[in-house]
């Protein structure tokens, strides 16, 4: 890599639509707003979404330096590299998984990060070719899962903590998303996907709840109009679980070991 991270952290989940992006881009915020130099790496090469919760233009590409490099582009504070900032929203990327393995590792790689504190990686779902490439390839100092506390959400989950725990990479944290829907009428609370289903599973691996965060129709709109909800609303109370998220991340890391690389291992226990 062009420059060196103190630390660098996948976020990740078992399955889509959980709102790993969102929580990716939120976490980052929150970082900045702690005073962290924050780079945040969009590792989904299918189904790229960081440019638009960003706010960047379709007209703004990344520059390039020396015919090689890539220079990342700035963004609420954020220092970020996609490939929806190389591609079209029309444009999909149709590849086999080595080509898209391959990109990944250019970005990650060709790009002029920097002095930064944090380098977030916001993972594809799944566990398969860009996951693995990039436990390989980067020095990760650990990893924060995203979920929902619907037990379906819970299989897939549990398979991305056993898969980073196969390369070597600790688990910093869980992050239960959608844990409860608040009503904005009357306040009432509705755990619609199921009750502290992200506790049990932090439970069972020993891990830290870092935020439990509610079905929130602000971090929607905010994120679609490209404004992260820590930067549009910081007063909110969504705000300040994604800056207690940050604050429980930021202290997990001051314990961190440096990584020993990845070993691959295959068997089932």
């Not at 103190?6 to 900045?32: D, E, H, R, W």
């Not at 924060?144 to 819970?154: F, G, K």
Request: glycine share 10%; net charge negative; with cysteine.
């Amino acid at each position: 890599m062009s420059s060196s991270p103190k630390y660098i952290v996948a976020v990740a989940s078992g399955k889509g639509g959980v709102g790993k992006s969102t929580v990716a881009v939120n976490l980052a915020a929150a970082l900045v707003a702690r005073g962290q130099k924050v780079g945040l790496l969009d590792a989904d090469i299918y189904g790229p979404s960081q440019r638009q919760m960003l706010g960047v233009a379709e007209s703004v590409t990344p520059e390039q330096q020396d015919g090689k490099y890539l220079l990342p582009i700035m963004a609420h504070g954020i220092a970020a590299m996609s490939m929806g900032f190389l591609t079209t929203d029309r444009t999909p990327t149709v590849w086999r998984g080595p080509m898209a393995s391959g990109a990944l590792v250019q970005m990650l790689e060709q790009t002029l990060w920097g002095d930064l504190d944090i380098l977030l990686i916001d993972m594809p779902p799944g566990t398969g070719d860009i996951q693995l490439t990039l436990s390989q390839r980067a020095t990760l100092n650990g990893a924060v899962i995203v979920t929902t506390p619907q037990d379906i959400a819970l299989l897939d989950a549990r398979k991305g903590i056993e898969m980073f725990n196969k390369v070597n990479v600790p688990i910093l944290g869980l992050v239960e998303n959608m844990a409860v829907h608040v009503c904005a009428n009357c306040g009432h609370q509705e755990p619609i996907f199921g009750v502290e289903g992200g506790q049990r599973l932090a439970d069972e691996y020993h891990i830290p709840v870092l935020a439990s965060l509610p079905l929130s129709l602000l971090t929607r709109e905010n994120a679609d109009a490209g404004q992260p909800l820590v930067v549009a609303a910081p007063e909110s109370n969504e705000a300040a679980l994604f800056l207690g998220a940050a604050d429980h991340l930021l202290a997990a890391l001051s314990g961190c070991a440096a990584p020993t690389g990845p070993t691959i291992t295959m068997g089932d226990d």
